[in-house]
């Protein structure tokens, strides 16, 4: 290998013009990307032999210095990690501060839970900090309604046609659609875009509409498993924060409890960082359950939307 300063894509051994316009095309935009890539997503995409994008993935990662690092560095990087407001002291604490950057937060619950709703309130609420944060919005159900996000704006005393004007909504019909907006968003990054916040709503609505044969269990979870793993390293990669919502079904096997569950199964699960249950509560209120996160505590909270805020709702 050369002693030439690696920056950018091209300047990785064996990757000529035509490419460095294929990887781009396909998304590999940075070398971050090039270096975390799947070897034969890399070969297919580039037209090159596997063994040289092993060795211009090897590049990459030295020249990001992609390795290990001590745990307490690590710690520190995390402690500093900033996060969206819910605007509710309550809601926030239950959160440790509120919706995380660099991880997936679920929203899963039945229909009328207030899912839309916080993810309206997300939109303001990560401009309230940043003014100049945009937002991506990817609507599968055709849920958006850009009127409660300029309603989140007034309560977070920030201006309405600001806020909705950084929001990038897109209109999702298939699954493939849905997974291919990853890419572009990941493109409008690597072109300048300040895209802070992340929202598929919902998640799973198109996978379970196009793969409703049983036979078909084990392909949709596939796809389900690649479009959050590319959610992931983006969120990861760049330090976004990704909400999704997600779609319930009932459990006829269970006597005891509440009989919902979350669609998607275990790849869902696993995925998601934090899982919040929505659910109706007494007298027109809400009660969002954290049900997983990997440093909190089980919590509830119970809360009122009205049209500018959340507010909490004394039992």
């Not at 959160?95 to 997936?104: A, N």
């Not at 950084?166 to 291919?180: C, E, F, G, P, T």
């Not at 929202?199 to 609505?205: F, W």
């Not at 009660?287 to 089980?298: F, G, H, T, Y």
């Amino acid at each position: 290998m050369s002693d030439k300063k690696i920056i950018e894509i091209g300047d990785l051994s064996g990757v000529g013009p035509v490419a460095e316009e294929k990887l781009r095309t396909a998304g590999y935009m940075s070398l971050m990307s090039v270096a975390v890539a799947s070897i034969p997503e890399l070969a297919e995409v580039s037209g090159l032999t596997e063994k040289v994008c092993r060795k211009i993935a090897k590049e990459a990662r030295d020249a990001i210095n992609l390795g290990f690092e001590d745990a307490d560095d690590f710690e520190e990087k995390r402690s500093k990690i900033s996060r969206i407001s819910t605007g509710l002291d309550e809601f926030d604490e239950m959160l440790g501060g509120g919706f995380e950057c660099g991880s997936i937060t679920e929203f899963y619950g039945e229909w009328s839970g207030g899912k839309s709703q916080l993810c309206f309130l997300a939109c303001a609420s990560v401009q309230k900090n940043d003014p100049n944060a945009k937002v991506i919005y990817l609507d599968t159900e055709g849920s958006f309604r850009g009127s409660r996000i300029r309603d989140f704006a007034e309560g977070f005393e920030i201006d309405p046609d600001k806020v909705l004007k950084n929001v990038k909504i897109a209109r999702i019909y298939s699954v493939d659609h849905q997974m291919l907006m990853i890419d572009e968003i990941e493109k409008m990054i690597n072109d300048g875009e300040n895209i802070r916040l992340i929202i598929v709503d919902s998640l799973t609505a198109l996978f379970r509409v196009e793969y409703q044969a049983r036979g078909t269990l084990a392909n949709r979870q596939q796809k389900l498993n690649k479009h959050l793993h590319n959610l992931i390293k983006v969120a990861d990669m760049y330090g976004i924060t990704v909400i999704v919502t997600n779609q319930v079904m009932a459990k006829p096997d269970s006597f005891y409890g509440d009989p919902t569950t979350a669609v998607g199964g275990h790849i869902v699960g696993h995925a998601s960082s934090t899982r919040i249950y929505l659910r109706k509560g007494a007298k027109g209120s809400r009660v969002a359950k954290l049900v997983d996160s990997p440093n909190l505590p089980d919590g509830e909270v119970n809360y009122v939307i009205t049209k500018n805020k959340l507010v909490f709702f004394k039992k």
